[in-house]
């Protein structure tokens, strides 16, 4: 590992499960993780579709899975209260702030947060 540390968004973890090769070269050698609201979602994911389940399995086991603590609690309700934010998306970026790791998206709106390191990746630029 390269000591790279990410918190990587549910849309993230299936572009790379779809073989997104700019972000698999970003991702290569670093910790990836992930909120307890993506794990949520990808299992939603794999109920409702018929993508490759083992794959989403496996990455589940992959993916360290940062957990709630009593400080990402009170993260996330001021993130939520001084941006505005839905409660699944204000706890992603406290995750990513309570843990002190970068987080991967593809959403503006995260650019907002003054408190949150952010890589933000134009899945618009990656489209050709």
Not at 38 to 52: G, N, Q, V, W
Not at 95 to 116: G, H, M, R, W
Request: some cysteine; charged content about 20%.
């Amino acid at each position: 590992m390269n000591g790279n540390k990410f918190l990587l968004d549910t849309h993230i973890i299936l572009l790379l499960l779809n073989g997104d090769e700019v972000l698999s070269q970003l991702c290569d050698d670093s910790e990836l993780c992930m909120s307890v609201v993506s794990e949520m979602e990808l299992r939603e994911y794999i109920a409702t579709h018929t993508h490759d389940h083992a794959v989403i399995h496996h990455l589940l086991k992959e993916l360290s899975v940062l957990g709630l603590t009593d400080e990402l609690t009170k993260i996330t309700t001021a993130i939520q209260a001084k941006y505005k934010m839905l409660l699944p998306d204000s706890l992603l970026a406290a995750t990513a702030i309570a843990y002190n790791c970068p987080l991967v998206t593809s959403d503006e709106q995260f650019s907002k947060i003054t408190e949150l390191t952010l890589i933000y990746y134009d899945i618009t630029s990656q489209e050709s």
